[in-house]
């Protein structure tokens, strides 16, 4: 079966700070990715999402991912990170051969920005 | 708002006892998702509905059931409730299959004493 890696459990940063997420999965054929990211108290929000086409995906926030086929990769970015980003942020993955199963998600990965 | 609506908003109830979780997915999507969410165990996939039936079940105890009825809104029942239960369970849903990205609701918080 797919699964999803995120390797960062708890990232610190500092504001202003660039921020990169780690995602990898394990199937190697066609695949959904996406980001979510869970604030606080809160439900999960969708943040990006990759289907097809150009592999830099840029979603809400200031927040892009790219994906790398060829490293099964496909980790979140943000240049300067505020104090309203602390969250935590959750990979998922759908595998275009596994019929209508829902998504896999990542364990996922706190980040807590520091002032 | 992503346009899931999730009641209650909070439940506090004993061991032992029955609740019953309800969801009403965004307009137009067909399937519903049910999770368990806990800071132990992390986010866990309960089990998905599609269109009324059920589409697929991930880590479900015997002890919980859900539905999905014809107006989509999803149900998920909880008996012989146990210490461990107390979550934020959420549902979320999504135009068809799983290849969608999914929209979740706010979530429930259930407290068992």
């Known amino acids: 079966a797919q699964s999803v890696s995120q390797h960062n459990h708890h990232v610190i940063l500092s504001e202003a700070a660039s921020l990169e997420l780690g995602c990898n999965y394990s199937?190697?054929?066609?695949?959904?990715l996406f980001w979510y990211v869970q604030y606080p108290g809160q439900h999960l929000q969708l943040l990006l999402k990759?289907?097809?086409?150009?592999?830099l995906v840029k979603g809400i926030k200031g927040f892009e991912a790219e994906f790398i086929k060829s490293k099964f990769s496909f980790n979140l970015r943000k240049p300067s990170v505020q104090w309203s980003d602390t969250a935590e942020y959750f990979c998922?993955?759908?595998?275009?051969?596994?019929?209508?199963?829902?998504?896999?998600f990542g364990k996922g990965t706190r980040l807590s920005v520091i002032a | 708002d992503s346009g899931v609506t999730q009641t209650p908003k909070h439940l506090i109830t004993a061991t032992g006892q029955r609740v019953t979780l309800r969801c009403s997915p965004r307009?137009?999507?067909?399937?519903v998702y049910w999770y368990q969410q806990s800071l132990d165990q992390g986010l866990q996939f309960l089990i998905q509905?599609?269109?009324?039936?059920?589409?697929a079940k991930g880590n479900i105890l015997e002890r919980f059931s859900a539905q999905q009825f014809p107006d989509l809104h999803s149900e998920l029942n909880l008996s012989s409730l146990e210490l461990g239960d107390s979550a934020l369970y959420f549902c979320?849903?999504?135009?068809?299959?799983?290849?969608?990205?999914?929209?979740f609701g706010p979530g429930t918080r259930l407290t068992v004493t």
């Open positions: 979320a849903s999504s135009v068809e299959g799983g290849r969608y990205e999914q929209y």
């Open positions: 199937y190697g054929g066609t695949v959904n």
């Open positions: 990759y289907f097809s086409g150009d592999p």
């Open positions: 998922a993955l759908y595998e275009w051969n596994s019929g209508n199963t829902p998504l896999v």
């Open positions: 307009s137009g999507d067909l399937s």
């Open positions: 509905y599609y269109n009324g039936e059920e589409r």
